[in-house]
């Protein structure tokens, strides 16, 4: 087994370890999710940062501090810095207020970096799929506005530089 798989195993071990009783909106089991942003990836940095894409914000907030992710933990496991800096970036900072960042702050932080353009395009891409909804109410209809506008900034992004590397599919 090569290194590249050995990495893209532990990073799906994580990511099932983490998601473990999680349901997305509609009850499916949300460990599907980050598997989707994975699988519309084409390189093997693109796959890793695609399915731990939400592993450091989803479990921040558990009760045993073993089950907690952050980007040291991320090192130590031997992913590459690259992926962990991505990883990092693509998690919505909390303030000192104890709030999320805003999220047009955090979308913009993203446009600069080329690889987590693309696993958000991909994520985006997977919340907006109005089948993962649970109703059509007013509140997940919003949400779904919300997704497309920011999908549709970074798309712009993301045509107007093009690049080689961990592009989607």
Request: net charge negative.
């Amino acid at each position: 087994m090569d290194h590249a798989q050995k990495l893209l195993e532990r990073a799906l071990e994580i990511a099932m370890e983490v998601h473990r009783g999680q349901h997305d909106k509609a009850g499916a089991p949300y460990i599907l999710h980050p598997l989707r942003v994975m699988l519309r990836m084409k390189d093997d940095e693109g796959r890793l940062v695609g399915v731990l894409h939400d592993v450091l914000e989803d479990s921040r907030d558990k009760t045993d501090p073993a089950d907690r992710w952050d980007e040291a933990r991320l090192r130590a496991e031997g992913f590459p810095e690259r992926v962990v800096e991505t990883v990092g970036l693509l998690t919505k900072p909390i303030g000192a207020d104890g709030k999320e960042m805003a999220y047009d702050a955090y979308v913009a932080r993203l446009q600069h970096d080329p690889l987590a353009r693309r696993v958000k395009l991909s994520d985006l891409t997977d919340n907006m799929d109005e089948s993962r909804l649970k109703d059509r109410s007013e509140k997940s209809l919003a949400r779904l506005a919300k997704y497309r506008h920011y999908y549709d900034q970074l798309l712009r992004l993301e045509l107007s530089r093009p690049s080689d590397s961990d592009e989607t599919e």
